[in-house]
């Protein structure tokens, strides 16, 4: 079979004492370590990050070698999503800066400021939109879903207001979209979008 295959024979008997090379038998040891690291992160880390954290631990090898190990065992970061492009539509009218960077309000539930961020999870992202009062700094109402539309903010501000029961106005904001609204006590909020 040997010089059919034109191999020498000390190689033969050799792989048959040891059938793996000394580079495989490293590259199953460092796998362990790679997907030990992959599962703490949560998916999330790709071979530079690994590499990192191999690195940190003791490790001696290079970001490519950890590229390959993790290609060829199929283990992918999660990456982020993709943004949807939307055409079409008027375009939105700026509302003006009603707040004016006034931060410190006089008393409580004068001027509320919103936002809007994600958290990435296991089963993908959560939204989460919040509402501060801007005199105490505390959350007065939050809302968290699995989409970001209208009803996930409309939910945070009517929080805010079922927690708070403002008498008074209450002045909106919301830097990233440039929305704010105006609360005329509990009884009727009428808002107004500009």
Known sequence: ?????????????????????????????????????????????????????????????????????????????????KRRHIKGGKPGRVADNVLERQFNPKAPNTSWVSDITYVRTYEGFLYVATVIDLFSRRVVGWSMDKNMDKHLVIRALLMAVYQRRPKEKVLVHSDSNNVFAVFHGVNHPSMAHA
């Open 1 to 81: 079979m040997c010089r059919v295959l034109k191999l020498n024979r000390s190689g033969f008997y050799a792989w048959l004492k040891k059938p793996l090379s000394d580079r495989a038998i490293e590259d199953a040891r460092l796998l362990k370590r790679i997907k030990a690291f992959f599962i703490a992160s949560g998916g999330t880390y790709g071979s530079p990050w690994i590499h990192k954290d191999l690195r940190e631990a003791g490790e001696k090898c290079s970001v490519h070698r950890v590229a390959k190990i993790m290609r060829l065992n199929k283990l992918r970061a999660q990456i982020g999503y």
